[in-house]
């Protein structure tokens, strides 16, 4: 009998060490576990293929199928920076763009900056980018965590808290412990710790004492996360690591770690989480340059400041009747002496240019009768154009004095040269023919606009009157305007 008690008794005791050890040797796995990054870009980083001379704007790097180096994609903005060694100085710059692969020769590629980068490095020199992202654990309470419980967060790799990125884990990158918040507040109102490649948290009050809690644990965030698990103020710090020698446009996979302990340190729930990083996506698409330039006439007794209301002078074409201009003539009519016969085109150009569009003109020569050699005055001299825009445009000559000349107006016609105003003898709008002779190439800036153009409209007007003594005869000259869209 009494050898019976001692084996119910041994036996209870064993059965007790045993729920014991199993309950701590099979902790249970939290539920609803992620690990949402901001980004999943893997950083980028790649030794030199070459020296890079001083004042450079890019330089060729290694991109070796199956390595570390394969697929280092740098795009547009990037910070880039080029470690120093012996005999060179630390750089960073921003870069532009980077070729296809292959290019400009067999496993390199080049990366393009938007600047020099002065001073010099030598082949082998890492050039890299870190990309940081905020890392938002989320999970589900299994058995409750006691006020003074701890959640570790555990990632990959050994320890790297460095500022460069890693081919193996995700650099802590000097993160601070005030980047590391939660929803439930009090899930790290006890204090946190980062010692990489783990942070752990110690909770300031009981989760999930009556139900299983839902945790977010936030890391990169400086202002408060909400019970959505929103941050409100994004800091990123983690460093994304390196491309590991996978295909591109096949996600590397990092495996992290969660884990809910009592005040004793002793494990209570545990899951593992896989995130994967891989390349972002660069799209594109091409909008084709374009340019429309139109040149219409105006009908006789056209009133050119209602034709375009940044006309302010009130000209009215009076060539006569059934002499309207086209898009490729102008006549100016029957000419007398005392009288200003005015006729006009229109200009209009529409662009995507960047900088926008100019117009110039040139004239082939005289207002001339090739008949007699004899040729209505100008603003010329008999060599033509001196420079661009010179002589300058003059209003036209007190009345009996032969003169012919052209006139732009409008929004984007430069009223110092020409003058905003109307066609009269001795005083108001400016007039020029601007004809060049032997070899020279000069032209009158008829119209100006830095911006992209839609239907900007210029007038032109050509204006001619004769003295009573001008020879008979049919007198001509032509014109040609050239729209130059700025990219």
Same mark, same amino acid.
């Given at each position: 009998?009494?050898?019976?008690?001692?084996?119910?008794?041994?036996?209870?005791?064993?059965?007790?060490?045993?729920?014991?050890?199993?309950?701590?040797?099979?902790?249970?796995?939290?539920?609803?576990?992620?690990?949402?990054?901001?980004?999943?870009?893997?950083?980028?980083?790649?030794?030199?293929?070459?020296?890079?001379?001083?004042?450079?704007?890019?330089?060729?790097?290694?991109?070796?199928?199956?390595?570390?180096?394969?697929?280092?994609?740098?795009?547009?903005?990037?910070?880039?920076?080029?470690?120093?060694?012996?005999?060179?100085?630390?750089?960073?710059?921003?870069?532009?763009?980077?070729?296809?692969?292959?290019?400009?020769?067999?496993?390199?590629?080049?990366?393009?900056?938007?600047?020099?980068?002065?001073?010099?490095?030598?082949?082998?020199?890492?050039?890299?980018?870190?990309?940081?992202?905020?890392?938002?654990?989320?999970?589900?309470?299994?058995?409750?965590?006691?006020?003074?419980?701890?959640?570790?967060?555990?990632?990959?790799?050994?320890?790297?808290?460095?500022?460069?990125?890693?081919?193996?884990?995700?650099?802590?990158?000097?993160?601070?412990?005030?980047?590391?918040?939660?929803?439930?507040?009090?899930?790290?109102? !006890?204090?946190?710790?980062? =010692? $990489?490649?783990?942070?752990? #948290?110690? %909770?300031?009050? &009981?989760? *999930?004492? /009556?139900?299983? @809690?839902?945790?977010?644990?936030?890391?990169?965030?400086?202002?408060?996360?909400?019970?959505?698990?929103?941050?409100?103020?994004?800091?990123?710090?983690?460093?994304?690591?390196?491309?590991?020698?996978?295909?591109?446009?096949?996600?590397?996979?990092?495996?992290?770690?969660?884990?809910?302990?009592?005040?004793?340190?002793?494990?209570?729930?545990?899951?593992?989480?896989?995130?994967?990083?891989?390349?972002?996506?660069?799209?594109?698409?091409?909008?084709?340059?374009?340019?429309?330039?139109?040149?219409?006439?105006?009908?006789?007794?056209?009133?050119?400041?209602?034709?375009?209301?940044?006309?302010?002078?009130?000209?009215?074409?009076?060539?006569?009747?059934?002499?309207?201009?086209?898009?490729?003539?102008?006549?100016?009519?029957?000419?007398?002496? !005392?009288?200003?016969?005015? =006729? $006009?085109?229109?200009?209009? #150009?529409? %662009?995507?240019? &960047?900088? *926008?569009? /100019?117009?110039? @003109?040139?004239?082939?020569?005289?207002?001339?009768?090739?008949?007699?050699?004899?040729?209505?005055?100008?603003?010329?001299?008999?060599?033509?154009?001196?420079?661009?825009?010179?002589?300058?445009?003059?209003?036209?000559?007190?009345?009996?004095?032969?003169?012919?000349?052209?006139?732009?107006?409008?929004?984007?016609?430069?009223?110092?040269?020409?003058?905003?105003?109307?066609?009269?003898?001795?005083?108001?709008?400016?007039?020029?023919?601007?004809?060049?002779?032997?070899?020279?190439?000069?032209?009158?800036?008829?119209?100006?606009?830095?911006?992209?153009?839609?239907?900007?409209?210029?007038?032109?007007?050509?204006?001619?009157?004769?003295?009573?003594?001008?020879?008979?005869?049919?007198?001509?000259?032509?014109?040609?305007?050239?729209?130059?869209?700025?990219?």
């Amino acid at each position: 009998m009494e050898f019976s008690k001692r084996l119910t008794i041994a036996s209870i005791l064993l059965l007790c060490l045993f729920l014991v050890f199993t309950a701590k040797s099979y902790a249970a796995s939290l539920a609803n576990t992620s690990d949402t990054l901001t980004t999943s870009r893997p950083s980028a980083s790649a030794p030199l293929s070459a020296d890079q001379a001083a004042n450079a704007t890019q330089v060729t790097v290694i991109d070796l199928p199956t390595t570390v180096y394969n697929s280092a994609l740098w795009i547009a903005s990037d910070s880039a920076v080029l470690l120093n060694d012996t005999g060179q100085t630390l750089s960073t710059a921003t870069v532009a763009s980077m070729s296809a692969a292959n290019t400009p020769s067999s496993n390199v590629r080049t990366v393009f900056f938007t600047g020099q980068v002065s001073n010099t490095h030598h082949a082998g020199t890492t050039i890299y980018t870190s990309i940081t992202a905020t890392h938002i654990i989320k999970f589900t309470t299994v058995n409750p965590i006691p006020s003074g419980g701890k959640i570790q967060i555990t990632f990959p790799g050994s320890a790297d808290n460095s500022a460069s990125p890693s081919a193996t884990t995700f650099a802590f990158n000097n993160l601070g412990t005030s980047a590391v918040i939660c929803n439930p507040t009090t899930a790290c109102s !006890g204090g946190v710790s980062v =010692s $990489a490649p783990s942070i752990t #948290v110690t %909770t300031g009050a &009981a989760i *999930g004492n /009556s139900s299983p @809690a839902t945790v977010y644990l936030a890391i990169g965030c400086t202002g408060t996360v909400s019970a959505s698990g929103i941050c409100s103020t994004y800091a990123p710090a983690l460093i994304n690591p390196v491309k590991a020698g996978v295909t591109s446009g096949t996600a590397t996979t990092w495996k992290v770690t969660v884990t809910t302990k009592n005040a004793s340190d002793v494990e209570l729930d545990t899951s593992s989480i896989k995130i994967g990083t891989v390349e972002a996506v660069q799209v594109q698409g091409t909008v084709e340059p374009s340019l429309t330039f139109t040149i219409t006439g105006l009908a006789n007794g056209t009133n050119i400041t209602t034709q375009n209301a940044s006309c302010t002078g009130g000209d009215v074409t009076n060539p006569g009747v059934g002499l309207d201009a086209t898009s490729t003539f102008v006549n100016l009519g029957s000419l007398g002496n !005392g009288v200003i016969n005015i =006729s $006009a085109q229109e200009l209009s #150009v529409s %662009t995507n240019g &960047a900088y *926008g569009y /100019s117009i110039t @003109a040139t004239s082939s020569g005289r207002f001339i009768n090739p008949s007699t050699g004899f040729f209505l005055t100008d603003n010329m001299s008999s060599t033509g154009l001196t420079a661009v825009d010179t002589p300058a445009p003059i209003v036209f000559l007190a009345t009996g004095n032969a003169f012919f000349g052209i006139h732009p107006c409008g929004a984007d016609v430069t009223t110092a040269t020409w003058a905003n105003a109307a066609t009269a003898f001795g005083s108001g709008a400016k007039y020029s023919n601007p004809f060049n002779t032997g070899v020279n190439g000069y032209y009158a800036n008829i119209a100006n606009y830095a911006a992209p153009a839609s239907a900007r409209k210029t007038e032109v007007e050509y204006a001619a009157t004769v003295a009573s003594t001008t020879p008979a005869g049919v007198y001509s000259t032509v014109l040609t305007y050239v729209a130059t869209a700025n990219f």
